[in-house]
């Protein structure tokens, strides 16, 4: 990612105390607050910016980091290290510990944590000399990592979300990309207004046992080689459980098995998808003097 640099975005030098960061990311917010712009993407922007920045340099231990780690700050950002993650968007545990894969930045100017922007706005006034009423806070946008098998089957997350433990309902059957909308968990509102909400996109993570496209769940099989040759009924997992997939006599390493109806059903309860299984010969190695004379009179039969 490309490297930022947060003391320019906010016109100060790498020295600046504390007080002067504040000072200064007052200032600046005043001008391109998007209350200020409406309409105006070009100062919506460079808010985001202004915030990404001082929500780094405020704190010592981010700004030690970004300090000393310079241009490999993001990469290290990226990777989930340090105090909290940049650019706004901030990542957090789900109980159990381990990282949870779980994210939320802010859409539109939403306010940054552990700041108050009633600070900043006090003196702000409508047109008509009035000080400024009820405004609704913005809304957050936020990802989410889950199994194949958790959005096959469903699942729920408690999510620690500033001091706040949030119970989410992943419905069973939602896709990559698919969206959980959680009211009035986004930012506060200004002067009083409803808070904001917060929209969380699901990303499905495959593994080394299940990969999942679209409605369609795709596994590998092992099988031996005599199973290859002479068929067989072997035993699959799959998310529902187990049954018996049929191989006929002399599948070949690589061969894909559709079986209708056996993958994720969509949220809606109205499509099902297929569960696609490949089989993988497995080879043996170490084997006997006896099985050794056995294949090479195979051989000689040009098998």
Same mark, same amino acid.
């Given at each position: 990612?490309?490297?930022?640099?947060?003391?320019?975005?906010?016109?100060?030098?790498?020295?600046?105390?504390?007080?002067?960061?504040?000072?200064? &990311?007052? %200032?600046?917010?005043?001008?391109?607050?998007?209350? /200020?712009?409406?309409?105006?993407?070009?100062?919506?922007?460079?808010?985001?910016?202004?915030?990404?920045?001082?929500? /780094?340099?405020?704190?010592?231990?981010?700004?030690?980091?970004?300090?000393?780690?310079? $241009?490999?700050?993001?990469?290290?950002?990226?990777?989930?290290?340090?105090?909290? +993650?940049?650019?706004?968007? &901030?990542?957090?545990?789900?109980?159990?510990?381990?990282?949870?894969?779980? !994210?939320?930045?802010?859409?539109?100017?939403?306010?940054?944590?552990?700041? !108050?922007?009633?600070?900043?706005?006090?003196?702000?006034?409508?047109?008509?000399?009035? %000080?400024?009423?009820? +405004?609704?806070?913005?809304?957050?946008?936020?990802e989410l990592e889950i199994s194949v098998t958790e959005s096959v089957k469903g699942a729920e997350r408690i999510i620690n979300l500033n001091g706040e433990k949030i119970k989410i309902k992943i419905p069973a059957g939602i896709s990559n990309g698919?969206?959980?909308?959680?009211?009035? %968990?986004?930012? +506060?509102?200004?002067?009083?207004?409803?808070?904001?909400?917060?929209?969380? $996109?699901?990303?499905?993570? =495959?593994?080394?046992?299940?990969?999942?496209?679209? =409605?369609?769940? &795709?596994?590998?099989?092992?099988?031996?080689? $005599?199973?290859?040759?002479?068929?067989?009924?072997?035993?699959?997992?799959?998310?529902?459980?187990?049954?018996?997939?049929?191989?006929?006599?002399?599948?070949? !390493?690589?061969?894909?098995?559709?079986?209708?109806?056996?993958?994720? $059903?969509? /949220?809606?309860?109205?499509?099902?998808?297929?569960?696609?299984?490949?089989?993988?010969?497995?080879?043996?190695?170490?084997?006997?003097?006896?099985?050794?004379?056995?294949?090479?009179?195979?051989? %000689?039969?040009?098998?």
């Open positions: 990612m490309e490297y930022k640099d947060y003391y320019k975005i906010l016109g100060i030098s790498k020295t600046a105390s504390a007080d002067e960061i504040k000072k200064a &990311y007052r %200032k600046l917010a005043r001008k391109h607050h998007p209350d /200020v712009n409406p309409n105006d993407k070009t100062a919506e922007s460079k808010f985001k910016e202004l915030q990404e920045a001082y929500d /780094v340099l405020k704190d010592e231990k981010k700004r030690k980091e970004y300090d000393e780690l310079g $241009t490999n700050y993001f990469n290290y950002k990226n990777a989930g290290g340090g105090a909290g +993650a940049s650019q706004g968007q &901030y990542y957090y545990d789900y109980s159990g510990g381990g990282h949870s894969g779980f !994210n939320y930045g802010y859409n539109n100017a939403g306010g940054g944590e552990g700041f !108050n922007f009633e600070d900043i706005f006090s003196d702000l006034f409508n047109r008509s000399g009035k %000080k400024q009423g009820p +405004a609704r806070g913005n809304d957050l946008n936020a698919g969206k959980i909308k959680l009211s009035g %968990k986004g930012s +506060a509102g200004f002067n009083g207004g409803p808070n904001g909400d917060l929209y969380i $996109t699901i990303s499905v993570l =495959n593994d080394n046992i299940y990969e999942r496209k679209e =409605n369609d769940i &795709y596994i590998n099989k092992k099988i031996k080689l $005599t199973e290859a040759v002479l068929g067989a009924k072997v035993e699959v997992s799959a998310i529902d459980g187990k049954f018996m997939l049929t191989i006929p006599p002399g599948t070949q !390493n690589g061969t894909k098995f559709r079986i209708s109806k056996k993958g994720a $059903t969509d /949220v809606s309860g109205k499509k099902t998808g297929d569960l696609i299984v490949t089989v993988y010969v497995d080879i043996p190695s170490g084997i006997s003097d006896k099985t050794k004379k056995i294949f090479a009179e195979l051989s %000689k039969e040009g098998i």
